[in-house]
């Protein structure tokens, strides 16, 4: 994957991309909020997965680099900066980040959310409101249910199943790891963006209200003291 640093020093740049680079990503280095938007701009290689972005940067707030961004591109931006205060992430996750990171940060935990914005994010265009490649949307397919991710559309045996925007972000997540067991936990971060203490109970209702739209109550399997997993219909 490649991905975008906007971090104006580079010490702190130079041994987070070490990092990175070690895991597999590519990094390209940005100093500035008009580096960064450069960067962005449509070109004939692979856009980028992911944006790191710093708020402290030395030509423009990093808020006001966020909003560019959103204007020119989907691809997912996370804010990496040490403003821990609540105002702060509120404004940065209604600019459009997808995830706001308060440093110092464990860096297995960067990983992490890098991979979870990565996951639940369509293909980045290099501009907004042009079609992909492919007209036709990628589509995961578990018997009768049909999930299609670029246009968060989900029917059964051709009828569409209308579902809240959780209830889809939930039945993704499982329905791209067949047979995988998610830990309850997992499943809080990656869809509801915050920690396990207070949100089991949401979790709960949500698969219970999944199990009841798609009328297909064995394809949610609780695994007992662990999470859930989805179960392959049988052909």
């Not at 992490?112 to 992909?132: L, M």
């Amino acid at each position: 994957m490649r991905l975008l640093l906007v971090e104006d020093d580079d010490h702190v740049a130079a041994a987070l991309s070490a990092v990175l680079a070690r895991h597999g990503f590519q990094v390209t280095h940005a100093r500035s909020g008009e580096e960064a938007l450069q960067a962005l701009l449509p070109a004939e290689r692979a856009p980028f997965g992911v944006v790191l972005l710093d708020l402290g940067l030395p030509d423009q707030d990093g808020f006001e680099v966020c909003g560019k961004i959103r204007k020119r591109t989907t691809t997912p931006v996370i804010m990496v900066t040490a403003r821990a205060d609540t105002r702060s992430k509120i404004h940065g996750l209604n600019l459009g980040a997808d995830d706001y990171v308060v440093k110092p940060y464990d860096t297995g935990e960067l990983l992490a959310r890098i991979h979870a914005v990565a996951r639940r994010t369509p293909p980045a265009d290099n501009a907004p409101g042009e079609p992909h490649e492919a007209d036709s949307p990628c589509a995961l397919r578990l018997g009768a249910l049909t999930i299609e991710l670029p246009n968060r559309h989900v029917s059964v045996s051709g009828s569409t199943v209308p579902l809240t925007r959780k209830e889809f972000d939930l039945l993704a997540l499982l329905a791209q790891r067949p047979g995988v067991v998610f830990r309850r936990e997992q499943i809080i971060s990656e869809v509801w963006r915050t920690s396990w203490e207070g949100t089991g109970r949401t979790l709960e209702v949500h698969v219970a209200s999944l199990r009841a739209k798609l009328r297909m109550p064995a394809l949610i399997e609780t695994v007992r003291g662990v999470g859930y997993k989805i179960v392959v219909p049988a052909v």
